[in-house]
């Protein structure tokens, strides 16, 4: 059974920084890919940030020069570091993981993070 547990999440002011960490477990294959999407409330779900096994990172349009995405493959963890967080940050923040010969794709629960003076 894989599992996604994330870690992280929270109140922070306007300026300030959190550290979101994602631990894979479950799975006997390799990680592929892996990222974290976010949810505000009455919006869809939207890409954030993701890394290949190969260290390529994507970023929102919206994060990038503010988050940096990082992978440790053999601990199957990802992180995001978010810095200069501003309300509109504020949103559920969930960890996706795509492993290697695997068709579908996983989801952790997801970890609050609101950003509010």
């Known amino acids: 059974q894989v599992q996604l547990v994330e870690s992280g999440g929270g109140l922070v002011q306007p300026g300030g920084a959190l550290r979101l960490s994602c631990a894979a477990s479950g799975s006997a294959f390799p990680i592929n890919t892996m990222g974290w999407y976010r949810q505000a409330p009455g919006k869809q779900r939207e890409l954030v940030a993701t890394i290949t096994r190969g260290g390529m990172r994507n970023y929102a349009d919206s994060v990038k020069g503010r988050f940096t995405i990082s992978l440790d493959s053999t601990k199957k963890m990802v992180d995001l570091q978010m810095n200069s967080l501003k309300p509109e940050d504020t949103a559920v923040y969930y960890c996706?993981?795509?492993?290697?010969?695997?068709?579908?794709?996983?989801w952790g629960q997801g970890t609050q993070v609101n950003v509010s003076s």
């Open positions: 996706n993981a795509e492993f290697l010969l695997v068709k579908r794709s996983y």
